[in-house]
């Protein structure tokens, strides 16, 4: 009874501190005088309604246990995706104390959480030792790839009879692209949501376009129009030399800007190009039988970066936000976290997708950096079917409260400043592709595009012919590992 007064007197506290961001997944309008978003109330199924659904389905429980996270200590969102230690009026942290306690009162699992600098070497030894000391891992990307490759995480398909892996709780992404010999070590749902953070997105500066009387980016985005081509047409039309000194630098004015080359290598997913594809659960390397169109890409990042003073390529990330924050940036790509970075930004700002390659392509494509997080389960687990549900209804509580606080009001609403900005995180984070090379770092096929790129180079033939044939040597190691699970 303790447990439920608590999760009621919890839900009640943020619904007072967020009553004006009450989560509704129905259409919204925008105020033509101020540009605030005003809900429209549907019939459509709320995020709650659905979880709500599929948890009744979960006999309650009291396995008067924990439930220990391994999470990488310091990163980002890491630490703050799992564990809160009291309500709050901070969105992301109360709704995690909610789905915390829901657990605790469902399933009479107490959740906990050990951060670790290298969380790859502490889930190997604990493995290694049977020490048991962990239900849950949640590495980085590469190193979630090292620990499947070695036998160090259960496949999640052997679980599927007791969680809902094809549901909207669950990435379709990582189920899809991730599955090798019929297993699938790793996945993203809505437990984590530092991969949210780390996808790769667009901004761009409202002020900018209509001083330049620019085309609305988001009816392109609506009509399949907005390519590579008609980003480059208007990014070209507002590079100038701001203060006239005759040279161009971090005090000009510029139609693109990044921070390293990241925004580059999501050229490449972004016009739906693979590295390595998995077909009847067999990787298989393709980046070769992309040539032509990875060559027509390659010559556009050349034009981009190399051939005007279009692009402004910083290595600092406090550099890039702040150029584009002072209107510096036509457009700017970041990863999804960098929107909560503008909000005291003057100008109107927006979303979007990175642009298809050409109007023939079907959907938008984008990619989720290594440094995020990915859920796995530990391969030496005592009871799978209790861990099982244990973890679906740790994603569905997840999909209920964690989910609305980060994508309805931290992102679409708090911050982002208009409707248009909602839809379009909505087509981003439903487009997510994943790519084996690139999570396999070893095969280092990424690699190529984006070194070329940054070169201004499109000799992609002769750079690819010296990689394949070690690409193919990393691929067949890892896929001997895979074959002995």
Not at 135 to 161: C, H, K, V, W
Not at 236 to 250: I, L
């Amino acid at each position: 009874m303790k447990k439920t007064i608590c999760i009621f007197l919890s839900l009640l506290f943020v619904i007072c501190c967020l009553s004006a961001c009450a989560e509704n997944n129905g259409p919204k309008e925008e105020s033509k005088d101020e540009g605030q978003t005003t809900d429209v109330i549907t019939d459509e199924p709320t995020k709650a309604d659905i979880a709500d659904e599929f948890l009744a389905k979960i006999p309650d429980a009291n396995y008067k246990r924990t439930f220990n996270v391994l999470v990488m200590s310091g990163v980002g969102n890491s630490e703050k995706e799992i564990y809160a230690e009291d309500a709050s009026s901070e969105p992301i942290e109360n709704a995690v104390f909610l789905r915390n306690a829901a657990m605790l009162d469902k399933l009479g699992v107490t959740i906990t959480m050990t951060p670790q600098a290298s969380v790859a070497t502490a889930a190997q030894n604990d493995i290694k030792a049977n020490a048991k000391s962990y239900d849950l891992i949640m590495a980085n990307g590469i190193d979630t790839g090292s620990l499947a490759q070695n036998g160090y995480l259960y496949n999640f398909l052997d679980l599927a009879e007791h969680m809902n892996l094809d549901r909207e709780w669950w990435d379709p992404g990582t189920l899809r692209d991730c599955a090798i010999n019929g297993k699938v070590f790793f996945m993203n749902g809505d437990i984590n949501i530092l991969d949210n953070d780390v996808t790769w997105i667009m901004l761009f500066n409202k002020k900018m376009i209509a001083d330049n009387d620019l085309e609305e980016p988001y009816q392109l985005v609506r009509e399949k129009k907005w390519t590579l081509d008609k980003f480059f047409e208007m990014v070209r039309t507002v590079s100038k030399d701001s203060n006239g000194d005759g040279k161009y630098d971090e005090n000009d004015t510029y139609g693109f800007i990044t921070t390293n080359g990241g925004g580059l290598t999501n050229f490449m997913y972004t016009s739906d190009i693979r590295t390595v594809t998995v077909e009847d659960g067999t990787p298989k390397i393709v980046m070769g039988e992309y040539q032509e169109k990875i060559v027509s890409v390659l010559e556009f990042c050349k034009k981009l970066i190399h051939d005007g003073n279009f692009t402004w390529i910083s290595q600092n990330p406090v550099q890039s936000k702040e150029m584009f924050m002072n209107n510096q940036g036509l457009f700017y790509s970041e990863v999804l976290s960098y929107i909560v970075n503008l909000s005291d930004m003057d100008s109107p700002y927006g979303v979007l997708p990175t642009p298809l390659y050409d109007e023939n392509q079907k959907e938008y494509r984008t990619h989720v950096d290594n440094v995020g997080s990915i859920i796995s389960i530990p391969s030496n687990i005592d009871d799978p079917v209790q861990t099982a549900t244990i973890i679906e209804a740790f994603a569905l509580y997840s999909y209920k409260f964690v989910t609305p606080a980060y994508y309805d009001v931290t992102l679409k609403r708090k911050k982002s400043r208009d409707s248009e900005s909602s839809e379009m995180i909505d087509i981003i984070l439903q487009s997510r592709t994943y790519d084996i090379g690139y999570i396999y770092n070893s095969i280092g096929l990424a690699e190529v595009f984006r070194g070329l790129a940054q070169q201004g180079s499109a000799d992609f033939a002769s750079k690819y012919k010296q990689r394949e044939k070690s690409a193919e040597k990393a691929l067949k190691s890892i896929m001997k590992k895979y074959d002995k699970l």
